[in-house]
Each structure stands twice: as structure tokens, then as C-alpha cells.
């Protein structure tokens, strides 16, 4: 399956750069959702279309203000706390993974509980619970 993954990866993640998708995460999945639609979808060409919806929703994804700056003298580095009370750092603020309930807006129910059942139950339960 690992061979599979990067096989995948690297077939994609050229063009979701070229999009300007940087966070990993995120291309991991869009390019896994890509390869998923070509599978099951071989004879649709309305895959850019599909991508383009993706990027639209991407781009109104409500957006995080900055409460502070903060200077952390341990680590010599300027980090970021958000108004969710994530704190950021010019390096790390681009790791930051999607919530279950974000992939689900982007990607779709039946997507996302292909792609990890186990993390799909868990967050089913958290959000009956």
C-alpha cells in the first residue's frame, strides 16, 4: 500500500503545487481523492472541474485572525496565536491538519469514511457523544 501511496503522490503532487496547495496533509488527500475519482469515474473528464470546486471551497474556508505576537526566547522564533488559540510559527504554519469535520465540507461524506474508516468512526462517536 506504501508503494501505492507514493505512486500516487508523486503522480499528483506536481499538479496540486502548481495550484498552489502547500500543506502536506492536504495534498496527501487531494491527491488521493484525485487518483480515487480517476478510478472510479475512468471515462468523466470533469476531474478539473471537480478540482476547481475543491480550490474554490479552500479559498472560503473561514480564515483564522492573529490575537498576538509573541517572541519565545527558548526557541529564538516569533510565533502566532490565533483566535481558535492554535499557536503558529513561520515554520510550523503550514502542518496544521484539516479537522475531520473541514474534510468532510471539502471532500464529502463517503469520501472520507473510505479513506480512514477507523479515524471516521472515532470522530462519528466524538460528534454523538
Keep these: 500500500m506504501k508503494s501505492t501511496k507514493s505512486k500516487i503522490f508523486s503522480k499528483w503532487f ?4 502548481q495550484l498552489g496547495i502547500v500543506n502536506k ?8 481523492f484525485c487518483e480515487d475519482y480517476c478510478v472510479n469515474n475512468p471515462n468523466s ?4 472541474e471537480k478540482i476547481n470546486l475543491l480550490l474554490v ?6 480564515k483564522s ?11 529564538g522564533e516569533v510565533e502566532y496565536e ?3 488559540g492554535f499557536i503558529i510559527t513561520e515554520k510550523n504554519k503550514f502542518k496544521r491538519e484539516p479537522t475531520a ?3 468532510v465540507d471539502l471532500f464529502g461524506v463517503d ?7 477507523q479515524k471516521w468512526r472515532e470522530y462519528s462517536l466524538n460528534k454523538i457523544l
Design 25 to 32: 496533509h492536504l495534498l496527501e488527500i487531494m491527491s488521493l
Design 14 to 17: 506536481p499538479v496540486l503545487e
Design 45 to 48: 473528464e470533469d476531474l478539473p
Design 111 to 117: 469520501f472520507i469514511r473510505e479513506l480512514d474508516t
Design 65 to 75: 485572525e492573529i490575537k498576538r505576537t509573541l517572541y519565545n526566547p527558548i526557541s
Design 82 to 84: 490565533l483566535e481558535n
Design 101 to 103: 469535520e473541514e474534510l
Design 57 to 62: 471551497k479552500l479559498q472560503n474556508v473561514e
